[in-house]
């Protein structure tokens, strides 16, 4: 079995979505995170990008205005959210660190009008953008409460039935 090997790398941030969506307490939305990067992404930026992203889906789901989201990841994880798309996207490149992932894919949140917008603004950035995406699609999700429905039908066409059972599963338990 492979042992973790200290990467800040964005793909502990990239499926950590869930972990906002079924946690009920900020320190448990903050300590499960850490807890599911571990045997991947150990190195502490690898950890604090998944835990800003678990809190800001926690935050999305729970009521929080885009403000408010955007000055606790901010205050709390020290990320620069005071830029917008437009700002980021002449400048940004294919980059795998949560350092370089994480605040883009929650910009790309804060600037968008729906769900779509979301997952729009942030594969217009370019650069590893189906994990910029999956990062703003799992916030938007928690924030528009719905996915548009030819978006949803796709993307279920595309799953395994035993993935599909477990997103059932998942929804039918949390509601997403």
């Known amino acids: 079995m492979s042992k973790p090997y200290g990467s800040w790398g964005n793909g502990a941030a990239m499926r950590v979505a ?19 990067a571990q045997p991947t992404h150990n190195h ?16 999305a789901r729970t009521g929080a205005d885009k403000e408010s989201i955007r000055e606790e990841i901010a205050g709390r994880f020290g990320y620069d959210l ?14 795998v ?48 409460k719905e996915i548009p429905a030819a978006i949803r039908d796709k993307a279920r066409s595309r799953l395994p039935s035993d993935l599909l059972d477990v997103a059932d599963r998942f929804e039918a338990r949390y509601g997403f």
């Open 18 to 36: 869930s972990v906002g969506c079924a946690s009920d307490r900020i320190p448990d939305v903050l300590q499960e995170p850490e807890r599911t």
């Open 44 to 59: 502490p930026e690898g950890i604090k990008g998944a835990q800003a992203t678990a809190l800001a889906v926690y935050m």
């Open 82 to 95: 005071d830029r917008t798309v437009d700002e980021v996207r002449p400048s940004y490149r294919f980059d």
């Open 97 to 144: 660190s949560c350092q370089g992932t994480v605040p883009e894919a929650i910009i790309s949140f804060l600037d968008a009008s729906d769900y779509e917008d979301a997952v729009r603004n942030a594969v217009s950035l370019g650069g590893d953008s189906d994990t910029l995406a999956c990062i703003a699609g799992g916030i938007a999700q928690a924030f528009y």
